[in-house]
């Protein structure tokens, strides 16, 4: 899988891919992780990469034609919906790509939306600035747009982050596939692909008692069958 994440801030993220399990799927070549720096293709001495909206109001907007020169240089071809609006670079044909806008205004990503990425061998990620972006991005420039939640953050790079995360930990080879299957919101997968309302189970290590404070005595049974049980019924539902 290779991720692809265009931003103004690039430093910004330095330390979340360079340590755990990312940094082990880098190293593994079981992902790769590409940052670019949107101003590397304004053609300005200023390196511009925004200007004020037509209309008058507040704030910058991000420019078309630099992120569609961007685009054009780092994709290996246009994302499968936005494929027919775009001309030209149509890259080697099995190649799946996917564009993706982080916005305010996209679908709230999930883990059943992290498992349909994997299926992409490219994922690039827009991380926005400012006021926002120019609207003919995201009608001919994008495939989908994709937000963390109904609330407002500086700018895209956080909500990138997490996309990074969840999709790589569901990379064949990246983390144990027991350990994924058995998380928070990959339990009890509900009808037709929806994202369940389950989180997982309570878990303990030792000491068995602290403060008087047990370990429910089930766990220390060594009957796995009793333990799966205690397990399923101990699953919490989120609130």
């Known amino acids: 899988m290779q991720f692809d994440i265009i931003t103004l801030f690039p430093d910004a993220f330095a330390g979340i891919f360079n340590t755990s399990i990312i940094k082990r799927a880098q190293k593994d070549k079981l992902i790769s992780i590409n940052l670019h720096n949107l101003r590397d293709w304004a053609t300005d001495k200023h390196k511009t990469v925004d200007d004020t909206p037509y209309g008058g109001g507040a704030g910058m907007v991000l420019k078309v034609d630099v992120m569609d020169r961007c685009l054009n240089k780092i994709t290996c071809h246009p994302g499968p919906e936005a494929r027919d609006k775009r001309s030209g670079h149509p890259g080697p044909p099995h190649q799946k790509v ?8 996209g679908k709230t990503f999930s883990q059943t939306k992290a ?55 569901l990379m064949p080879g990246v983390i144990k596939t027991e350990s994924h299957q058995n998380e928070s919101f990959s339990l009890h997968q509900g009808k037709r692909g929806r994202p369940p309302k389950l989180l997982e189970y309570p878990h303990y290590t030792k000491p068995a008692e602290y403060q008087g404070w047990s370990v429910p005595s089930v766990l220390l049974s060594g009957d796995h069958q009793k333990i799966q049980q205690w397990r399923q019924q101990k699953i919490r539902k989120k609130k």
């Not at 926005?128 to 790079?157: A, K, M, N, P, W």
């Open 115 to 169: 498992r349909q990425l994997t299926k992409f061998d490219q994922l690039v990620l827009i991380c926005g600035h400012y006021e926002g972006f120019d609207q003919r991005i995201r009608e001919h420039l994008v495939d989908e747009e994709i937000s963390l939640g109904d609330f407002v953050l500086t700018g895209g790079e956080i909500p990138a982050m997490a996309i990074v995360d969840a999709v790589s930990r």
């Open 98 to 105: 996917k564009t993706i806008l982080l916005t305010p205004q």
